[in-house]
């Protein structure tokens, strides 16, 4: 299993980013995903879930309306876009595969 995250980098508040996440070494399109973040001292937080078809989503209280996760099990490729980002968005982000296989991650920095 492998997963490679991209996408992150440093953004003012108000700003958007989107994430990438490339899957490969096992059946994309089988398995439901997850983006994890965790910010700097603290511990990981759950972000947002999606099914297999991509029509089930789930999110942390904190990012709905603002974060969307969605999927191409063509590519293999697994999204995170997040809009109207806050200084506390800013944090270690990395996908996850329901059995926890995860990857390094991308670091998304929230600043003025």
């Known amino acids: 299993v492998q997963l490679v995250e991209s996408g992150g980098g440093m953004v003012q508040p108000g700003g958007s980013l989107r994430l990438s996440c490339a899957a490969s070494?096992?059946?994309?399109?089988?398995?439901?995903m997850r983006w994890y973040r965790q910010p700097p001292g603290k511990e990981r937080e759950f972000v947002a879930v999606?099914?297999?078809?991509?029509?089930?989503?789930n999110y942390k209280d904190s990012v709905k309306g603002r974060f969307t996760v969605s999927r191409d099990n063509a590519k293999n490729t697994l999204y995170l876009q997040m809009n109207s980002l806050k200084p506390e968005d800013t944090a270690l982000y990395y996908c996850?595969?329901?059995?926890?296989?995860r990857g390094q991650g991308t670091q998304v920095t929230v600043s003025s």
């Open positions: 070494g096992f059946t994309f399109s089988s398995s439901a």
């Open positions: 999606i099914s297999t078809n991509g029509e089930g989503t």
């Open positions: 996850a595969t329901i059995n926890g296989h």
